[in-house]
């Protein structure tokens, strides 16, 4: 596939993050994909990296994923995001706070081969986010 057909699929998957769509994520990732976490988590096969993100749908709703940056080359697809979403559900065992959240700081990196993702690492800003939800005292 093209560097430009490789973005489409990034681009698609960061659409349906916003629309809370598990079956977009479920058609962009290969069977044997690889998510690497900025917190050292891993997440092998599909159905676990659709688990994972399903956690965060629970925890926030009205999710949305503004895709700030892009480009590729080869087989590689880098997005800068901001995310944003009220926190509704649980999160990491954490009760809801009813706090809404803007992540500004989401770099995804993802490898495809034959039109799906085979490998993806992400680096996010947890402690903004779990200072923004009152997780965390704010620095002063």
Known sequence: ???DGNKT???NGWASVSK????GIR???????????????EARRKENVLAMLSGYFSAFSEMRATVEDV???????FTRVRLEG???GDLFGMPATGKRIAVNWVM??????????????????RVDMLTQLGHMPAEG
Request: hydrophobic share 40%.
């Open 1 to 3: 596939m093209s560097v």
């Open 9 to 11: 699929v990034v681009l």
């Open 20 to 23: 809370n769509d598990l079956q």
């Open 27 to 41: 058609a962009m990732n290969a069977d044997d994909v690889v998510y690497h976490g900025s917190a050292g988590e």
């Open 71 to 77: 480009f590729g080359e080869g087989d590689r697809v």
């Open 86 to 88: 009220t926190n509704t």
């Open 108 to 125: 995804n990196v993802a490898r495809l081969g034959d039109g799906k993702v085979v490998e993806e690492w992400e680096i996010f800003d």
